[in-house]
C-alpha cells in the first residue's frame, strides 16, 4: 500500500461531524455492493456522504480493469474529479489499482490508494490514513450494512462472493480481485430479512463467481435456500457457471418458489474449440444440458448470456456455431462482445487475432440473431399472465418493471403499485417492452 502526499502542502482535515466524502463506483455490481460497504462504514464514523464532489472533503474513486477501456475511464474518472474539487482528498482503489500503473495519473494531488479486495479492510485502512492526515473519528456505532447495494427502492444487491479461480485466458479478473471468498450462509438470510424490513421484495445475490460460493461446506445451492428462508418475496441470482447447473441445484432452487425463472446462464461461445482456448470448464453439449435442466424445472424460464466475438483463432464455422447457439437456446437477450485484447492476460498473446472489422461485422450479425430470438421470447409470453413487480411510472404514465422471468412490461393500473407484485396479462410487444393490462 502506498500514498503521495501533496508536495504544495499537507490537507487539513476536518474533524468527523464536519468531514464529507462522495463516492464514485465503476464496473459491476460487486464494485457497487464494496463502495456501499465503505461508505456504510465511513459514515458509522461520523463522516457525511455527499452527493456533489465539488463539496467533498474525501473523493473515493473505485475503479474497474475488466478491459483496456474499463482501465481508461477508470484513469479518466480520476482525472476528472481531481479537476472538479483540486482541495479534496483522493482516495484510489478497485480492481485498476491492483494491475493498472499509478504513474499515469499519480502527481499533484494527496492520494490515498487502497489495494485490499475485501470493502471493510478497505474502509478501516482509508479511516487509518485520515487519521494519519489528521482526521478525528467519531466513535463506529449503529450498524453498518455490509455488501449491499440498493439499486433502487424495489430491487437490491447482496454480494456473497469475491474473488475468482477460473483463469479463463482473455480475463484480468482473478489477477485483479484475489482468492475466493464468500458470505456466511447464516448472514445471508439476516441481510435478506433486513432488506424485506426496509421493503424490499426483491434481491440479487451476485459475487465476481456465484457458483465458487462456499462457506462452511455449503453451495451456492444452500446460500439461494437460505436467502429463500427470509422474508424477501423474489430471488435472482447473478452470472451464473453452466457447469455448476444440475438436478440437485434446479430441483432444491425451484422447490422454494422464490428463485426468478431467469438465468444469465454464461457462454462466451457456442463453439466446444474456442470455449477451450478461452479455457472456459464446459463443452457446448454441457451447455446446452444445462438449459434442459433448469427448464424442465422452472418451465417459464428465460434465458440471457455473453457471448464474446471474434476471440483469437475463431473461424467463420465456430463463429455460426455461436449464432446457431443462440437460436437453439433462444436467448431472451445476448450481450455481444468483441474480444478486446487485455494486456496480461494469455489470449492477448494469441496468434491470428482478428481485425476490427472482422470483429464488427460478426457482431452485426450476432446482434441480428438474438435481437430475432428476444423478440419471439417475447412474442410468445402474449396471452399468458406475469407477474411484473413496477418500479416507477413511465412518461406515458404506464407502471413499468419487470416479470419474474426478467421481461420489462408496461401496463395502466387506476390504483398505487410501485413495489407491488401484480399479475398482469401480456397484450403486445413494441419494442422492447411487452405491454400488459392489469388482472
Avoid at 7 to 21: C, E, G, I, W, Y
Avoid at 284 to 308: G, K, M, N, Q, W
Amino acid at each position: 500500500m502506498s500514498s503521495r502526499t501533496n508536495s504544495k502542502k499537507t490537507r487539513h482535515l476536518p474533524v468527523a461531524d464536519d468531514m464529507r466524502f462522495f463516492i464514485f463506483t465503476l464496473g459491476c455490481k460487486v464494485n457497487l455492493c464494496d463502495s456501499e460497504t465503505i461508505a456504510s462504514r465511513l459514515i458509522s464514523a461520523g463522516m457525511d456522504r455527499c452527493t456533489k464532489p465539488e463539496e467533498a472533503d474525501l473523493i473515493i474513486i473505485n475503479t474497474c480493469a475488466v478491459t483496456a477501456e474499463s482501465e481508461r475511464k477508470s484513469r479518466n474518472s480520476i482525472r476528472h474529479y481531481i479537476s472538479v474539487n483540486p482541495e479534496a482528498l483522493i482516495a484510489v482503489g478497485g480492481c485498476w489499482t491492483r494491475v493498472g500503473r499509478r504513474e499515469e495519473i499519480c502527481g499533484e494531488p494527496d492520494y490515498i490508494f487502497f489495494e485490499q479486495t475485501d470493502a471493510e479492510d478497505a474502509a478501516s485502512f482509508i479511516l487509518a490514513k485520515l487519521k494519519e492526515r489528521g482526521f478525528t473519528p467519531g466513535e463506529e456505532g449503529g450498524q453498518y450494512r455490509e455488501g449491499i447495494y440498493r439499486q433502487s427502492r424495489i430491487r437490491a444487491s447482496l454480494k456473497i462472493q469475491d474473488g475468482c479461480n477460473r483463469y479463463c485466458t482473455y480475463c484480468i479478473i482473478p489477477y485483479a480481485r484475489g482468492s475466493l471468498s464468500s458470505m456466511d450462509a447464516d448472514l445471508i438470510r439476516t441481510s435478506c430479512d433486513q432488506l424485506a424490513g426496509e421493503g424490499f421484495k426483491e434481491v440479487v445475490l451476485t459475487g465476481i463467481h456465484i457458483a465458487s460460493y462456499s462457506s462452511a461446506g455449503r453451495t451456492l445451492t444452500d446460500a439461494v435456500v437460505e436467502a429463500a428462508g427470509s422474508a424477501i418475496l423474489r430471488i435472482r441470482l447473478g452470472s451464473l457457471e453452466p457447469a455448476f447447473v444440475n438436478e440437485d441445484f434446479a430441483v432444491r432452487t425451484a422447490a422454494t418458489g422464490k428463485l426468478c425463472p431467469h438465468f444469465h446462464l454464461s457462454l462466451q461461445s457456442g463453439n466446444t474449440d474456442v470455449l477451450r482456448r478461452m479455457h472456459r470448464r464446459y463443452t457446448r453439449e454441457e451447455y446446452l444440458e444445462s438449459v434442459r435442466i433448469l427448464r424442465s424445472h422452472f418451465p417459464d424460464a428465460t434465458f440471457t448470456t455473453d457471448i464474446i466475438v471474434g476471440f483469437p483463432g475463431e473461424s467463420e464455422e465456430e463463429f455460426m456455431d455461436s449464432v446457431s447457439i443462440v437460436e437453439e437456446v433462444g436467448f431472451a437477450h445476448v450481450h455481444v462482445f468483441p474480444f478486446s485484447s487485455r494486456k496480461g492476460t494469455p489470449a492477448a498473446k494469441m496468434p491470428s487475432q482478428l481485425t476490427k472489422a472482422q470483429k464488427h461485422e460478426r457482431v452485426l450479425r450476432l446482434m441480428e440473431a438474438s435481437e430475432k430470438t428476444g423478440a419471439e421470447i417475447k412474442k410468445g409470453l402474449i396471452g399468458r399472465t406475469l407477474n411484473v413487480l413496477p418500479e416507477y411510472v413511465n412518461s406515458s404514465g404506464l407502471y413499468e418493471g419487470y416479470s419474474e422471468n426478467y421481461i420489462r412490461c408496461a401496463f395502466a393500473s387506476g390504483i398505487e403499485c410501485i413495489n407491488e407484485i401484480v399479475p398482469v396479462k401480456a397484450k403486445y410487444l413494441e419494442g422492447e417492452i411487452l405491454y400488459c393490462e392489469r388482472v
